[in-house]
């Protein structure tokens, strides 16, 4: 079980250990059915903070894939139509010329991995509607 790792055999478990305990959230099954991308979710009590990331699935079995780990909350996966693309939820920190996301936003990564990116904010070398039409292809 998910707890054996974290409370040690014969010890009642405490509050600080359930707290220890990744939970899984949001499943979103792929169009063809054959993945799953899921939210999994951490806690640091001392810091009194929460970090999530999407991890792949497959429904054929076989090891979960990390697919993202940078956000503050990335969560609620949801496959586009052809499922060429995951889109999520998540608040993301600046990072160089980034100033970051003061409000969570609809982010896009392809279930193969990659970079992630947000529609609403093109890359310095586009406009928004190439984004967009990119995203569409």
């Not at 003061?102 to 928004?128: F, H, M, N, S």
């Amino acid at each position: 079980s998910p707890l054996d790792d974290v409370v040690p055999a014969g010890r009642p478990i405490t509050v600080e250990d359930l707290w220890k305990v990744e939970r899984v959230a949001h499943p979103a099954l792929s169009p063809d059915g054959a993945q799953a991308c899921v939210t999994v979710a951490s806690f640091d009590m001392e810091q009194n903070t929460q970090r999530s990331s999407l991890w792949l699935l497959s429904a054929f079995g076989g090891e979960p894939r990390r697919l993202t780990c940078g956000g503050e909350k990335d969560g609620e996966p949801r496959w586009s139509p052809d499922g060429r693309w995951i889109a999520f939820i998540a608040k993301r920190a600046a990072a160089g010329s980034d100033k970051g996301d003061e409000e969570p936003q609809v982010y896009l990564i392809a279930p193969d991995g990659g970079d992630t990116w947000a529609p609403a904010k093109p890359r310095p070398d586009e406009t928004l509607i190439r984004a967009l039409a990119r995203a569409h292809r």
